[in-house]
């Protein structure tokens, strides 16, 4: 390369030749099951950190597992000299559990079948990751002038709560002239796409507790308070979930409305509603408009619901009125 446009001939016969290197890899890493919020996985985190480190090295990387009060952060970098300009790439290798009755394979078992890779985390997000440090080591044997510096994170799926602590501790080292974050997605599978803007997370959990133990509602029913159906009144002033208006106080102050330029270039992004619906499996939507769609999951903020517990679910009838009940709430 040396600054120059690459030929496309000479990176396809790259793709071709790395194919067989990249499925191993990838599948060596999706097999290390690094679920960042379990606990029980804090060894397997460990593990993926080495794995990833020496992933890194074997592609003609530096690297180094950077320890931090929470989990690692994996450090590289493929370095062309101090005069050129750096790039740094992230990327998670921490994933979500895989806990949902669809998976029709063992989730930490890598497989191929028709041109696709199946497996927790070959799309979120070792699958980029690793896509991004192939590319990265073509342009490095092909003499770029670019430092290209990759951060790979193992608490992305939890809020990232110690990433600036790792910030913090190699500020001096981490200077960048820009940042690739490569954990999105193409909306074409023959449209490239790079997004510019993502909507950040807040988590929260909710939990009201108003007895000590299950109470019959024969006995205790209409004057013992019901935390499951308080807790229900409670999300339901929160926000519309038929529209997804939010009612929070100043939810929406700071919101900026994009400009007819974003929109445009939205509207030329390669969006389908219909594939949009059947790859997330949504048997309808809040609204079938395709440009009200893409504003509200690229240009508003959201509400939403994970989850609730509480009472008795099982078979059968348990006439309880139960004492507590827990909500699993987030904001992008």
Request: charged residues 25%; glycine residues 10%.
């Amino acid at each position: 390369m040396n600054g120059s446009t690459p030929d496309p001939r000479s990176i396809e016969v790259y793709i071709q030749s790395a194919r067989g290197r990249f499925e191993e890899h990838l599948g060596h890493m999706v097999e290390i099951p690094t679920v960042s919020m379990d606990p029980a996985h804090k060894p397997d985190i460990e593990r993926g950190a080495q794995a990833a480190a020496m992933l890194l090295r074997e592609c003609g990387a530096t690297a180094e597992v950077v320890p931090t009060s929470g989990n690692p952060v994996v450090l590289g970098e493929f370095k062309a000299g101090a005069s050129y300009p750096t790039i740094t790439v992230y990327n998670h290798m921490d994933v979500q559990p895989a806990q949902e009755p669809e998976w029709k394979q063992e989730p930490f078992q890598f497989r191929k079948e028709d041109g696709r890779y199946y497996g927790r985390g070959s799309t979120d997000d070792k699958g980029p990751g690793i896509t991004a440090l192939f590319a990265a080591r073509y342009a490095a044997d092909n003499g770029t002038r670019l430092n290209i510096r990759f951060v790979w994170e193992l608490e992305e799926e939890i809020g990232s709560p110690h990433f600036e602590e790792f910030i913090k501790k190699r500020l001096p080292s981490l200077s960048t002239n820009s940042v690739l974050v490569s954990d999105t997605i193409w909306l074409s599978a023959d449209r490239p796409a790079i997004p510019y803007g993502l909507r950040g997370l807040k988590p929260a959990r909710l939990l009201l507790r108003t007895g000590g133990k299950d109470a019959h509602s024969g006995l205790t029913g209409g004057a013992a308070r019901n935390p499951v159906g308080e807790l229900a009144q409670v999300i339901a002033k929160l926000y519309d979930a038929r529209t997804g208006k939010v009612f929070i106080p100043g939810f929406y102050k700071d919101v900026v409305k994009p400009s007819a330029a974003e929109i445009k270039s939205f509207l030329a992004s390669g969006f389908s509603l219909k594939k949009f619906q059947t790859a997330h499996e949504l048997k309808s939507l809040r609204t079938t408009n395709p440009r009200d769609v893409m504003l509200r999951i690229w240009a508003s903020p959201t509400f939403e619901v994970h989850g609730i517990a509480g009472g008795y679910t099982g078979p059968g009838v348990k006439t309880v009125v139960p004492p507590w009940a827990e909500a699993k709430v987030s904001m992008r």
